[in-house]
């Protein structure tokens, strides 16, 4: 399916109803939505500007561009792969191939591990935090943004996400608190971490052909295997994690549905002590704190 920008004369308004029948008629979830962002993206207009401009009539160049762009869309591309960038706890991140789009359930782990340093006093500390697996940067820059004494390490092992995550910083000013390492999970960092945070991959290896298209023809393959019962992530973590939190440092980690008991369990074997999860705004157990059994 095609959406034909049939006039030159067509207006932005007009372009954007165009999309967003186009959208729904395909079946995607946010038709308003998609369409507002692709229209905004090509003609370079925020909402605001959408509105004031909306009984401008296109240019043919542009009339093409934002048809161009609705193709993609409709080939089930993301639109943030699409734009190029993705709003995570209200810092816009690039996004590459290299990278996974951030969640908006994955702000869940910062929520939690806002609330566990916030609950000691600590946010005024210099704290040593890592963000394992870090992929666009999201989890670490999230918490440097609100951790204005932190140190922040990034790990990957992905070289071409760590260039992502380290341009994400320094567009955001966070750089000269960042440090990017190319390892798998910890295995480069020493111990004595204040707290430690990780979106692992957790995907069933077989799940994820059924994935949605956006997800399985577009993310890195590498950041949603997960193992043949999605855990392998998990006991790489939890057999490093003693080492790497100091005596009173947390870890927080994102969970997959209905993995907080199997994951709970992975980190308990090993000694250290599970809270219960923190729930998504969709109810699903999502961020599992995880500290040193006292």
Request: proline share 5%; hydrophobic share 50%; with cysteine.
């Amino acid at each position: 399916m095609n959406v034909r920008m049939t006039s030159s004369r067509m207006s932005v308004a007009e372009a954007r109803r165009a999309l967003t029948q186009a959208f729904r008629g395909a079946g995607l979830d946010t038709p308003e939505l998609d369409a507002r962002l692709l229209v905004g993206h090509a003609l370079a207009l925020d909402h605001a500007g959408l509105a004031v401009h909306a009984a401008r009539p296109l240019s043919g160049a542009e009339a093409t561009t934002i048809a161009q762009l609705a193709a993609r869309r409709l080939a089930r591309e993301p639109i943030a792969r699409i734009v190029g960038f993705k709003e995570f706890w209200s810092l816009e991140l690039r996004v590459s191939a290299a990278t996974l789009v951030p969640r908006p359930e994955t702000e869940t782990v910062v929520e939690v591990a806002l609330a566990l340093i916030d609950a000691a006093g600590a946010r005024k500390r210099p704290l040593r935090i890592a963000d394992l697996g870090t992929g666009s940067g999201a989890l670490l820059l999230a918490l440097l943004s609100e951790l204005p004494h932190a140190f922040g390490v990034a790990t990957d092992i992905s070289t071409d996400a760590l260039a992502v995550a380290r341009d994400n910083a320094l567009r955001h000013g966070l750089a000269a608190r960042a440090a990017f390492v190319a390892c798998d999970f910890g295995a480069a960092l020493g111990g004595n971490l204040d707290l430690v945070v990780c979106n692992p991959p957790y995907i069933r290896h077989d799940d994820i052909a059924g994935l949605a298209p956006e997800v399985r023809a577009h993310d890195p393959h590498a950041a949603l295997d997960g193992g043949p019962d999605g855990l392998a992530s998990y006991r790489a973590l939890a057999r490093d994690a003693r080492r790497l939190l100091g005596p009173h440092g947390h870890l927080v980690v994102e969970l997959g549905a209905g993995t907080e008991c199997e994951v709970a369990e992975l980190f308990t074997n090993t000694g250290l002590a599970a809270e219960p999860a923190r729930r998504d705004l969709a109810v699903v157990a999502r961020a599992l704190h995880i500290h040193h059994a006292e």
